[in-house]
């Protein structure tokens, strides 16, 4: 179809025509138009095209309905009052806005973590709007839900939750075993005294084979129990260990309720709750003896990360902008932050405090990023790797270690390069210590 056309000189009477026919075509024809846009071009472009770009083109949309439909305009200006430029855009404005374009909601990614001293800021970077605010910079919507420590790594495996807070050594024993690929992207920090072995009865490491032990089995209790035998010259009684699986929720009443339950293996705040409510318990070995074995980390689902819309990157961003400005806060000791974190295990102030005290946190992004780039790292790892296989822990028909192989920051690889399910990225840890999220 042909409409009368604007000359050099804009010409204000063919002009306002040409918006007043177009406005009163579109109300005769709006239910039609509508129509078309919702089902057949609104579909395909709202695929590709974003919501501005859209309501700009609905007009010419609009346009090529009349020339289907044979319409057209008279080929005179129609007598009408002089009409000001800004009522022709809003007659323009009008017909770009007749149907209301559907904005997808922005992504979401929920967040699994359970009670542990340096994974207690989760819930105060909730609840205290830090991470809305980081989610809302990058445009998706970040959700945390807590669960007990197994439960967690299960619905992270199952792929029921995009990220999960968990240590290296479940890391590499439960999705990386799993056959689901996962990457490190936060550093959180190390266990330097929250994990202990305890018993009652004044026992003994040596004491311990043949007594029911209270732990969660393939888990780093069981680790730090292994490590304690074989660095006290214990190693040739592990077989004899009789190991009692029992999850971190029921840990501190199955051994206080019954008091012939004479070891237990866990962690801070249970270990607390345990030594406090029963004088006689006594630690007979904890993880300071073994600094920067047992880590805490945020690992993301490998798949996550690479959506092909960008936004599990923005995401990753998101979350480590808003843990480093959390835990610069703990680090400063700011009362909301340390009494928010302290209320996600139902603690005090002081108990919290208490168990910072034996957490290596990595409050610098940039000592985070620096650890994870380095040998010591790897070091560590290899002394969990070689537990986990050891154990079974790696998977069926795993014939040897390598067989799950390790990512590191430089390109190294521990194990098979065709392989690899864990992986370590220091890129988010970097950018927060740069300043660039």
């Known amino acids: 179809m042909r409409l009368p056309s604007l000359d050099s000189r804009l010409d204000s009477r063919v002009f306002s025509h040409n918006c007043a026919f177009l406005y009163g075509q579109y109300k005769k024809y709006r239910s039609t138009l509508n129509r078309c846009f919702s089902l057949g071009y609104g579909s395909i472009m709202q695929k590709y095209l974003s919501a501005p770009i859209i309501?700009?083109?609905?007009?010419?949309?609009?346009?090529?309905?009349?020339e289907f439909l044979k319409i057209k305009p008279p080929t005179r200006p129609i007598r009408v009052q002089r009409i000001p430029l800004a009522a022709c855009g809003m007659a323009l404005l009008l017909a770009c806005a007749g149907a209301p374009s559907a904005v997808a909601a922005p992504p979401t990614f929920t967040v699994g973590w359970s009670v542990y001293a340096g994974w207690n800021p989760y819930f105060y970077m909730a609840k205290s709007g830090i991470l809305k605010r980081w989610a809302d910079k990058y445009g998706v919507v970040i959700k945390v839900q807590r669960f007990d420590y197994a439960a967690s790594l299960d619905a992270f495996v199952g792929k029921n939750i995009d990220a999960c807070t968990m240590t290296n050594m479940e890391a590499l024993d439960m999705p990386a075993a799993a056959g689901v690929d996962s990457t490190v992207v936060i550093v959180g920090d190390y266990s330097n005294g929250n994990d202990a072995v305890l018993a009652r009865n004044n026992l003994t490491l040596a004491q311990l084979p043949g007594k029911p032990i209270l732990l969660v089995q393939k888990t780093v209790s069981e680790y730090l129990l292994e490590r304690a035998m074989v660095l006290n010259g214990l190693d040739n009684q592990l077989p004899r260990l009789k190991l009692l699986n029992t999850s971190d929720s029921d840990i501190v009443g199955a051994f206080l309720g019954d008091k012939s339950n004479q070891v237990a293996v866990t962690w801070k705040p249970l270990v607390s709750e345990i030594v406090?409510?029963?004088?006689?318990?006594?630690?007979?070995?904890?993880?300071?003896?073994?600094?920067?074995?047992?880590?805490?980390?945020?690992?993301v689902r490998t798949d996550v990360l690479k959506r092909p819309d960008g936004s599990g990157i923005?995401?990753?961003?998101?979350?480590?902008?808003?843990?480093?400005e959390t835990v610069a806060q703990i680090a400063a000791a700011n009362a909301q932050a340390i009494s928010g974190s302290a209320a996600a295990s139902g603690d005090s102030v002081a108990s919290y405090k208490e168990q910072l005290r034996t957490t290596y946190l990595y409050s610098s992004a940039s000592a985070a990023a620096q650890f994870a780039q380095s040998g010591d790292l790897k070091q560590k790892m290899e002394l969990v790797r070689q537990f986990c296989f050891r154990h079974a822990l790696l998977g069926q028909n795993i014939q040897s270690v390598d067989d799950v192989a390790i990512l590191y920051p430089d390109g190294g690889i521990q194990g098979k390069k065709d392989r690899v399910r864990l992986r370590v990225d220091a890129a988010y840890m970097q950018l927060a210590a740069q300043g660039k999220l």
């Open 55 to 66: 309501w700009f083109m609905k007009p010419f949309l609009m346009l090529g309905l009349f």
């Open 276 to 299: 406090d409510q029963d004088h006689g318990v006594k630690s007979l070995f904890d993880s300071s003896h073994i600094p920067e074995e047992i880590l805490d980390l945020l690992v």
């Open 314 to 324: 923005k995401f990753a961003k998101a979350i480590a902008g808003a843990w480093y």
